[in-house]
Every structure is written in C-alpha cells, then in structure tokens.
C-alpha cells in the first residue's frame, strides 16, 4: 500500500516491548483513545485529528473516515479540512464588483 503502512508494520511486529511501539502507544493513550493496533496505525499515519464540538466546545481525538457516526453528531463533512465560521456568503474580496454610479453604454 504505502511505504509508511509498511514501516508500521515492521515497527509493530518487533513487539510491544519496543520503544517505538511504547511511544506511539503512550501518545495514543494520551488522546483518550485505546492504545490497540488500529488507533496506533491512524496516529501514526497521521488519521488521527483533534475536533471540538460546537454545543458542548469539549474536544476529542477520533479518525473522520472510522467515526461516521461521532461525525454527525459533531456535524462535520470527513472531507472537510475546517468549517468556516465567517464565510456567510460574502466574499473574502472583491469578485466582479463594479463601479455602480458610472454610465454604461448598451449596444442592441
């Protein structure tokens, strides 16, 4: 697949004894997830992203593409990288605005 699964892969079959292997599963368990094979690979691959939920504003650590389901609850898009807040509808700059008061000629 990838040369970084593989690394994983290798990483974890040389046991849990390892030092790699203990970090990536400390830092798992420090984000409040069970430090197993699967979450330490989305950590690793770097699946593994932080979300805020905007009733309650208290955050958790989960992978988009597993947690359909928290997801939703959190109204979030997998896809989407940030929703953005101020973008309401009105440009960020000017797109096609032009001068209003100047007088235009129409050809027929």
Same mark, same amino acid.
């Given at each position: ?11 974890? =079959?040389?046991?849990?004894? /390892?030092?790699?292997?203990? $970090?990536?599963? %400390?830092?798992? %368990? ?5 430090? =197993?094979?699967? /979450? ?15 009733? %309650?504003?208290?955050?958790? +650590?989960? =992978? ?27 440009? $960020? +700059? ?15």
């Amino acid at each position: 697949m990838n040369d970084r699964w593989e690394q994983f892969t290798r990483i974890w =079959n040389k046991g849990k004894q /390892n030092s790699t292997v203990m $970090s990536i599963m %400390s830092k798992v %368990s420090e984000r409040g997830l069970e430090p =197993n094979e699967d /979450n330490c690979r989305d950590y690793y691959m770097g699946y593994i992203r932080y979300y805020v939920d905007a009733i %309650s504003g208290q955050g958790e +650590h989960l =992978n988009p593409r597993k947690n359909k389901i928290k997801m939703k609850a959190l109204k979030r898009n997998k896809n989407a990288k940030e929703q953005g807040r101020y973008r309401k509808g009105k440009p $960020s +700059h000017k797109v096609g605005r032009r001068y209003t008061q100047k007088k235009r000629k129409i050809q027929r």
